[in-house]
Structure formats: C-alpha cells, structure tokens
C-alpha cells in the first residue's frame, strides 16, 4: 500500500511571496489533516478534512493560509503572503475510519520550507 | 497543550533495551496511551498504544501503571535506526481527532 506522498520535498521562498504544498493521501483514505511543526517542537494541526468537508480550522491563520480538498482526494495548502515565522516542515496525514491499526493517522515525508 | 510530561533527551546503547518514560497523572478513563516516534526528515510514525494492560506488537512494548498515570515504552533491542524523536500521546481511540503532540522525547542510541 502506498503511503502519503507530499510535494514539493522542499522549498525555498522570500517573505511575501506565495508558495503552495500538495499532498495524495492513501487510498480510501477520508479524513486528511494537515499539522505544521515548528523546529523543536511536535506538529500542530493547521486544518482537517473529511472527505471534502472542512471539520477544523480554527488553528488556521486565515488571513495567509488556505487549503483545499476539492474531490475528497488530494489536497494542497498555500500561504499567501509568506512570513518569516512560517518557515516549518507541512505534515500531511490521512485516516481511514474505523477501528483497528490500520486505522490510525499515517503520515507523509512532509515539505520543508524556508523564508527568508 | 500536551497532557504529558517526557524527558527531553535520552541516550541508549545499542543492543540494549531503551526505557522511555511518560507522565499522564491527568489522564481520563476513555483515553488511551499513544506513542508515535518521528525520524529524521520523515513524518510521525505509529509505534503503539493501550488502555490499561501491557501491550506487545513486533517494534515495542507499553508498560502501563495500574493507576494509568505514568507508561514505559520499551525498544527491546535498540539499534542506530531507532534515533529518533518519541512522543508520548493521550486521546480517545478511534476517533478522527486531531493528535495533540508535545515536544517528546529525542533519543539518541549510541553505538
């Protein structure tokens, strides 16, 4: 079964320019989350999707950030215009309902970006 | 915030058995103990989790106290590959649920 896949791996942008991550999850897969993680710290959840449907994004800076999920598939997350303090690793995870192992969230490689 | 308390940093050598530690003294009765570990440049990764018994799958072992409030996640035999940051968890099963992470444990296996 093929994992999460996220691109770009990593990116390199100056402050107030626009840049955008794209994340497929595993097939099957209905709910996609998207966590942001600080250099020293664990992820944070940015936003989560079910199928197509947002269900959180209220730790989501709204006023630079949006992400999309338009056919309940793949996804991607843009921030416009980027900040210094935006320079993370974007996690992408997906979860299958149900109960079971199988069944937990599995993760993407992730896409590191700086601003300078 | 994370409602666990882990060690910042441990060492193991390799071949031995790494004992990481967690405290979840506020844990409540339907929350499980979930330990994910993340690599270097990957994403987090599952490792295992348990409700009250000891639990057993073929990269770990959980050790939970009969009060709940502390764990033990034990690799058996560490190897360099097990370098990584750990982090200890506690949510609801099977719930589609964001993961609360702190800032976990990195543990460095020595060779």
């Known amino acids: 079964e093929a994992g999460v896949a996220q691109s770009p791996r990593y990116k390199i942008i100056e402050k107030r320019q626009s840049v955008a991550f794209w994340c497929n999850p595993i097939s099957g897969h209905a709910t996609l989350y998207w966590y942001q993680q600080i250099l020293g710290q664990g992820p944070k959840l940015l936003i989560q999707?079910?199928?197509?449907?947002?269900?959180?994004d209220s730790q989501l800076p709204k006023d630079r950030f949006s992400a999309e999920r338009l056919k309940g598939v793949d996804s991607t997350l843009k921030i416009q215009p980027a900040k210094l303090e935006d320079s993370a690793v974007y996690l992408c995870?997906?979860?299958?309902?149900?109960?079971?192992?199988?069944?937990?969230?599995?993760f993407g490689p992730g896409t590191r970006l700086t601003v300078l | 915030d994370a409602k666990t308390t882990q060690p910042p940093s441990m060492d193991c050598a390799e071949g031995r058995a790494a004992n990481l530690p967690c405290n979840h003294s506020?844990?409540?009765?339907?929350?499980?103990v979930y330990w994910y570990r993340q690599i270097h440049s990957q994403g987090p990764q599952y490792i295992i989790h348990g409700l009250k018994n000891n639990e057993t799958n073929e990269m770990a072992s959980l050790i939970i106290t009969e009060d709940r409030k502390s764990s033990t996640l034990i690799l058996p035999h560490a190897t360099l590959r097990d370098t990584a940051v750990y982090y200890c968890?506690?949510?609801?099963?099977?719930?589609?649920?964001?993961?609360?992470f702190g800032k976990g444990t990195r543990l460095h296996i020595l060779p």
């Open positions: 506020t844990i409540s009765g339907n929350e499980y």
């Open positions: 995870a997906s979860r299958r309902k149900g109960i079971g192992v199988d069944n937990e969230q599995f």
């Open positions: 968890i506690v949510r609801v099963a099977n719930r589609d649920d964001k993961i609360i």
């Open positions: 999707f079910q199928n197509n449907g947002v269900v959180d």
